[in-house]
């Protein structure tokens, strides 16, 4: 099991990765040429990944210590799948609730003491409602206490490679000793729908039915965007809004963990973007292009509690307060560089001069018309002089609306995009074509 965990995390390209606590987040990220959020929005974490090869297609501070929340559940949950798998449990077989898993804080299935539900029934309390009492009632009965459970869950953490988690509950409710990175929970994602497929789809059940309640997920994207199956959102005040979610779009799947979102709407608003310009970058490459997206910066801060902690757990922004830990950065200077195709063929001297004034920066990549015109409006507003003789356009490609500036020179097209990275505003410079 250690062995397969060490290969997945050279698959996840890992091996610089040190333990929590050990040393500074990791100097390397990668990010695209999507950016709808304003780049004064820095607080959260994220990671892409492609979930059959395992490779970063994306990440910003996913090296960076966070708290799991909710999440955490996906961790208990797959102790329970393993359960399952070995035989030890079955699904109909009966979780009691001690007095210690009846009084949990909310959220939670409201269970008294004394009283039992069914495995199968404890687990779509997890994934739906995020039920916390549900959770320490399924660790009671696996680990016979949940101190013992938690010791359990961060074992099986770092035999799959999440070499930055520690845990100390299995519900997420607040606990400073609990603690996690973007990439260790893309690990856990990956395992689980590697390790467990038949109980995979539990995360995509959209509404639980249980004793005359109508239970419905938390995680919204299960509702509105075409491929998501899962797998689970998480907030307390110490960690803001977090979501781990995976896609499936022609027969590629991508996993998507966002830590620390501002609110509910904006975390689901960033993952939906990083997963839509995830499978824009695997559809290009299918189609021949050596396109690949790098960025190289600093690791910021990592989020702290705010002095007074809510115990409260859930997906709700009232009362939400986070603040960033004072530290100084590593001295490394942001940067930030797309790195285009590199079988584009070069123009000769008599197309470089047909091509003047064809020239296009692409800065980013939308599933709808009004945020590409949005992006381009906040571009224009931001570095207008750049843009002077160029042409918005939101302009519909296969599917997806492309927020470019148009008509431009090799030497004006590069010098915006130039401009841009030194803003830490992703973007790409497109040669004109040659059909």
């Not at 059959?52 to 929340?69: F, I, M, N, Q, W």
């Not at 959220?107 to 320490?136: C, F, H, P, Y």
């Not at 800065?363 to 945020?371: A, E, I, K, L, Q």
Request: aromatic share 6%.
């Amino acid at each position: 099991m250690i062995q397969h965990a060490r290969r997945l995390l050279l698959s996840l390209g890992m091996a610089s990765a040190m333990a929590l606590g050990a040393a500074a987040p990791s100097a390397s990220a990668q990010a695209p040429y999507f950016q709808l959020v304003p780049q004064n929005s820095s607080k959260y974490a994220s990671i892409v990944v492609d979930a059959k090869t395992g490779e970063v297609l994306y990440a910003s501070r996913a090296d960076s210590p966070r708290y799991p929340a909710s999440i955490t559940k996906v961790m208990t949950l797959y102790l329970a799948f393993e359960a399952l798998a070995s035989g030890k449990i079955q699904l109909d077989d009966p979780v009691l609730f001690s007095p210690r898993a009846a009084a949990q804080s909310p959220t939670k299935l409201g269970i008294r003491a004394g009283d039992s539900i069914t495995v199968s029934e404890a687990m779509q309390g997890m994934v739906t409602r995020s039920a916390n009492d549900a959770a320490v009632a399924l660790a009671e009965k696996l680990g016979g206490t949940e101190q013992r459970f938690a010791t359990l869950m961060t074992l099986r953490a770092q035999e799959l490679g999440m070499v930055s988690s520690h845990f100390a509950n299995a519900s997420g409710l607040p606990d400073s000793r609990q603690i996690t990175t973007a990439r260790d929970i893309a690990i856990l994602s990956r395992a689980v729908m590697r390790d467990y497929p038949q109980y995979y789809r539990l995360f995509s059940t959209k509404d639980f039915q249980f004793r005359g309640q109508s239970i419905r997920n938390h995680n919204g994207l299960l509702y509105r965007m075409d491929g998501v199956d899962g797998l689970k959102t998480g907030f307390t005040n110490a960690s803001g809004f977090n979501l781990a979610v995976s896609a499936v779009r022609d027969n590629r799947r991508l996993i998507a963990v966002v830590m620390g979102g501002p609110t509910t709407a904006t975390r689901d608003k960033i993952a939906e973007g990083l997963l839509l310009t995830g499978f824009d970058v695997m559809t290009r490459r299918a189609q021949g292009e050596q396109i690949t997206v790098a960025q190289n910066f600093f690791e910021p801060p990592p989020l702290v509690a705010a002095p007074t902690p809510s115990m409260t757990q859930g997906d709700r922004d009232a009362g939400m307060r986070i603040v960033m830990a004072s530290s100084t950065p590593p001295t490394r200077t942001s940067k930030i560089q797309i790195v285009e195709p590199k079988t584009v063929p070069k123009l000769n001297g008599k197309e470089k001069a047909q091509a003047g004034g064809r020239w296009t920066v692409q800065v980013g990549t939308f599933s709808n018309r009004s945020d590409a015109r949005e992006q381009l409006a906040i571009v224009e507003k931001k570095y207008g002089k750049h843009f002077d003789d160029a042409r918005a356009l939101a302009e519909k490609d296969d599917g997806k609306f492309r927020a470019r500036f148009a008509g431009m020179s090799e030497a004006d097209a590069k010098d915006a995009c130039k401009a841009l990275k030194a803003r830490k505003q992703p973007c790409l410079v497109m040669a004109p074509s040659r059909g």
